[in-house]
């Protein structure tokens, strides 16, 4: 099975513009997202894709392999989905190019799932969450996942509200996931659904067409970065590891 690691990385972020190019301890952003996923043996290549000549000019100096893509992709898989257009593979793993804590163990741990689960249109990490705060803030993506591992929902709002089982953990999607490419064929070819369009999540479109998403669920300091504040606490994690 032919596996290409892609790794969105839109430079006019609308929170926090410029963020691939953020330094992370003398280092980009992207580069260090690159990096990681480089040390995954199932990929046969990994490459960003991004809107910005800015970007595409750091990769090529520090010799990671970048497509410019359209400026006008709304998500990241359809980003992703574009470079799919160019490069021939059977799983996509989309790789968001602001989660540089993602481990190459829990990519590689993604495609070992995705081989070994044939019902799975596609498979996603996910975890628990560690601070609260977090749980609230509805620019993280909260999951319902079923006793078999696979996604039920997505939403901003903390899903499923525990009533009954008081100690039930709440889980939150981590920004790595692998498409099949007929699935992401699907993505591109089917127009957002209600939901998609009311929580602002592409990946509903596959639920909402009946498609399965199998789950991966990893115990890891992963976060995005949405925020100057997040880069801040993302370097102080990178200057202890160093």
Not at 4 to 30: E, H, N, Q, T, W
Not at 54 to 82: F, Q, W, Y
Not at 197 to 209: D, H, K, P, T, Y
Not at 217 to 229: C, H, L, P
């Amino acid at each position: 099975m032919k596996t290409v690691g892609i790794i969105p990385a839109r430079y006019a972020s609308s929170r926090f513009p410029g963020k691939p190019l953020a330094d992370i301890c003398g280092k980009p952003m992207v580069w260090r997202v690159y990096q990681e996923a480089m040390k995954v043996e199932e990929f046969s290549e990994v490459i960003v894709a991004t809107e910005s000549r800015l970007v595409a000019d750091v990769c090529e100096k520090l010799n990671v392999r970048v497509m410019i893509t359209s400026d006008t992709h709304p998500t990241g898989t359809d980003r992703a989905a574009e470079v799919a257009g160019r490069v021939s593979a059977d799983l996509y793993v989309v790789i968001m190019g602001d989660e540089p804590l993602i481990t190459a163990e829990d990519e590689r741990r993604l495609i070992r799932s995705m081989s070994s689960e044939g019902n799975a249109d596609a498979v996603m990490l996910a975890e628990k969450f560690k601070y609260p705060v977090d749980a609230v803030n509805n620019t993280t993506i909260k999951l319902a996942i079923n006793d078999e591992g696979f996604l039920i929902f997505m939403s901003r709002a903390a899903i499923p509200y525990p009533k009954d089982a008081l100690d039930y953990s709440l889980y939150k999607n981590v920004g790595c996931y692998a498409l099949r490419k007929e699935a992401l064929d699907f993505f591109l070819r089917t127009k957002p659904g209600n939901i998609e369009r009311a929580e602002g999540i592409e990946l509903l479109r596959l639920l909402e067409n009946h498609r399965k998403i199998l789950t991966v669920i990893i115990d890891s300091e992963s976060m995005a970065v949405d925020t100057r504040k997040d880069l801040e606490r993302i370097r102080k994690i990178f200057m202890e590891r160093e």
